[in-house]
Structure formats: C-alpha cells, structure tokens
C-alpha cells in the first residue's frame, strides 16, 4: 500500500468522525445547494444550456491544438507575452526571470488552483518576495497557514468563530467581531498592500480563442485590484481553459456562477486582452500569460478519460458527493478534490500513487447529475479503476480477497456454504479492515434469503 492511499484512508477515519468538522462543512455545504437549487429556478431550459456548453468544450478538446496556437496568436497581437510550461518547474522558472527582472518585493495573488499546482506561494517566498492571497477564503486558509480546502470556497472548513479565533490570534481584532467587521478589516489591510504590489498574478477561468482574452470572475473585486495596481500581471493557466468564441460567455458565464453559487451572474467579470494602451491611465504596463500543462497531455492521451478535461470548476461535484461531503478536502491531499480531483490527480499526479481516490466513491452518480458540462465522473472514476488493476497498482490482498468474492458471489451454493455463526465469526475478524473500526459490521442470520425461501416453499407445499 502506498504512503498516500495510507495517509488517505487514516486521514478519512479521523474527519469522517470528527462531528464538528462535518457539521461545519454540512452547514456551509448546505447553504450553496439552497442558492444553487433557486438559481436553476431562472432557467426556461437548464438542460439546453448544459448541453450547450458540454458540446462547447467538447469542441475545444477535439481540436485543442487549433485553439491553443489561435489564442497565443492573438494574445500575443494584443502584446500579451506567453510563455509555455510543461511542469511545474518550467512554469517556476518563468515566475523567478520575470521577478529579478521586476526586482520584486510584493506580489498580490488573485485565487488561482492552478499557482496551488506549482506551489506557488512556497517557491516564489523562497525567492525572499512576499506573497499575499487578495481572495478572502485565500486570505484565511493562508493567514491559518492552510491549503485551500475546496474549489471554489477555500476555507469551506472554517466556521465564523473559526475565522475570529483566527484573526484575533494574528491581528488582535476582537474575538467577536462579525463576518462583516472581518471582511472590512481585510478590505482595508489589503488595499494598502495593493498599493504597494509590484506584481499581480491571476488565474484563468476561460481562454477566449478569437480574441487571445484571459477571462476572470469573482464576487469580491480583487481580481481586479490585483491586476490593475501592479505594473506587472501574470496570468497562470491551464492549457484545458479555452472557449472557442468571445460569443459564447454569456452562456458559459452563466452556467458557472449558476452551478458554483446559484447567482444570475458574479459580481465581477473581466476580459484582459493585454496592458494598458498608451490613451489608459489604469492597468499594468506589461502582461503574461503562463500556459501550463502540467499533466494534461496525459489525461488527454487517455481514450475515454480526456473528457474530464471539459470541466469548468465550478465545484458542484463536490457540493453534490457525499464522501466529500464526510471527509473532506484535505483527506484527499491534493489540489482538486472531490469526484473531478479523484479522476484527474492520478494523470496529474501519478497513477502508482494516486488511484486509490478513484477508489474513494460509491458510483452513486450525483457528481455525473449535478455536472454544468456532463462529464460521467462516476463513469471515468470506474475506468480509472480497471487502468489501475489492469497496471497492477493495486493492493495484492485486496485483489486476491476480490478474486475470491467474486467467484463466490456468482455461486448461490457457495454462498450458502457457511452459516451464518460462521460468517459473524469471520466479519468479527476481518470487519474493522474493510467496515472501519468504528462501526460494526451487520449480522449475518443464520439461514440465507435463500435458504429461508426454500424452508417457506417447502412449508407451503407441505400444508397445501
């Protein structure tokens, strides 16, 4: 067994009975359903819309060199400056040229999964410049020194008591300060820092081919702050987040806000096309844009699971699993968790050593329902499972103790070949193996469904 499936499942026993940690996440998780449940009130038809954008980005992946090599051409006719980056350190490699060249201080970051895949914030302060997260969820799990712990809601895990223990511990504001005292603290804190950043780093919620535009949303304009008070702004980027048509956001927007909060639309919605033009008094003098593979050419090459590379992050999946839902974000220790996290790590991360997330799922088919873009996550999470046998990365004993079930389970005589004593015997030993420790495994009567059938046939019989 690997160190991660190790650390997963031993981190899953823990959070999934820690009662305060999934009350928390139940309430938050809670509230976002109930938006998302009214915000699909709005649509005459959610379901053509889907579709709509599910054969947008179906588009885009058929023909993913066109559209890549469009975007750069235009972006660059823009003046934006890209530059590829095939892992994590070329993308670094990129960051640390362009800030000794800046001789930069401070950076201001917009949230960005994507810098969370190159770890970001770790490399760029070992090059002695200060990071600060401008997203307020980014804002707390950095001030907390965490990871984001969902998609789309960073601190999903913290409660508002949580988060003023938090800031009175780092910033001596009173312990009963309101959500809305907090936010204007931070509000205030950061503007002056957005004053002061050299560099501004975004990330990319969509790629606009025919305009070589780097589309933002957001609810709290910091994206904005972050990219117009810098001189510098770099946008870091999956390759995947390209949409054919500058027409076309106006479904695709929607779709997004409607799945991730269940607003009309965000609150912010920008489209960067390059620095400030020389008529412009606002905006940065020079911008990038990082396009990142970093494992997506893997998922790409795979016949059926590529699909997944459709998906927009919006985090309804996770919202909608009920493993998430019980243990977590950070169980799953990586940058995308949930049912979209558990199909993809394993391309980006290594299959050896991440498949056992596509184990973590009991094909229930809510993530597939609730997907924007109709991606059969429960679907690819089982071919996961067949590459990871079929590559034997899987566990000996547990692959041996499945060969054995199976061959028992198609045979009602070997089923019924032990009683039921014998059975509660056995599940008494292996139970907190396979059961948890924490549960109890069912009892086994001591006739099967089968046996007692027959008894009541014969006794039928017998009395007719």
Not at 58 to 73: A, C, H, N, P, T
Not at 83 to 103: P, Q, R, V
Not at 371 to 390: F, G, Q, T
Request: neutral net charge; glycine residues 6%; charged residues 25%.
């Amino acid at each position: 067994m690997s160190d991660t499936k190790k650390a997963f499942l031993k981190a899953a026993q823990e959070k999934s009975w820690d009662l305060t940690h999934r009350k928390t996440l139940q309430f938050n998780i809670g509230r976002y359903n109930q938006a998302v449940a009214k915000g699909k009130e709005r649509y005459d038809n959610l379901n053509a819309a889907k579709n709509y954008v599910a054969a947008l980005k179906r588009q885009v992946i058929s023909r993913w060199d066109e559209y890549l090599l469009q975007f750069e051409k235009k972006a660059a006719a823009n003046g934006i400056i890209i530059l590829w980056a095939k892992d994590s350190n070329e993308a670094i490699t990129h960051l640390k040229t362009i800030f000794e060249e800046k001789h930069a201080k401070l950076v201001m970051k917009s949230k960005s999964m994507v810098s969370e895949e190159i770890s970001f914030n770790e490399e760029v302060e070992n090059m002695g410049i200060e990071v600060l997260e401008t997203d307020l969820g980014e804002f707390i799990v950095q001030t907390a020194g965490e990871k984001p712990y969902h998609i789309l809601t960073p601190a999903m895990h913290k409660s508002k008591t949580d988060v003023a223990k938090l800031f009175n511990e780092k910033f001596n504001i009173p312990l009963d300060s309101t959500p809305e005292e907090m936010t204007a603290f931070v509000r205030e804190k950061l503007r002056i820092d957005f004053q002061k950043s050299d560099v501004g780093i975004s990330g990319a919620n969509f790629l606009i081919a025919d305009i070589g535009g780097v589309a933002l949303t957001e609810n709290e304009g910091n994206g904005l702050m972050a990219t117009a008070f810098p001189k510098t702004h770099i946008a870091i980027t999956g390759i995947e987040k390209l949409i054919p048509s500058f027409s076309d956001m106006a479904t695709v927007w929607t779709l997004l806000s409607q799945h991730g909060t269940g607003q009309q639309i965000t609150a912010y919605n920008s489209v960067f096309t390059g620095s400030k033009k020389d008529d412009e008094t606002d905006g940065p003098e020079e911008m990038y844009v990082i396009l990142l593979d970093n494992g997506r050419t893997n998922l790409y090459a795979k016949e059926e699971q590529y699909e997944a590379l459709s998906c927009i992050r919006c985090g309804a999946c996770l919202n909608a699993c009920p493993i998430y839902r019980n243990v977590g974000g950070y169980t799953y220790d990586a940058v995308y968790s949930g049912p979209i996290g558990s199909v993809i790590s394993p391309h980006y991360k290594g299959m050896e050593d991440y498949n056992h997330l596509s184990f973590a799922c009991s094909t229930c088919g809510r993530c597939s329902e609730v997907c924007p873009v109709k991606i059969p996550l429960h679907e690819l999470l089982l071919v996961n499972r067949r590459d990871a046998v079929e590559g034997k990365m899987t566990n000996t004993c547990e692959t041996q103790a499945l060969k054995l079930a199976t061959k028992a389970l198609k045979s009602r005589k070997q089923m019924d070949a032990l009683g039921g004593n014998v059975k509660n015997f056995g599940a008494k030993i292996v139970g907190p193996y396979v059961w948890g420790k924490k549960r109890d495994m069912p009892v086994f009567a001591k006739k099967s469904y089968s046996q007692q059938q027959s008894s009541n046939s014969k006794l039928r019989t017998f009395n007719s």
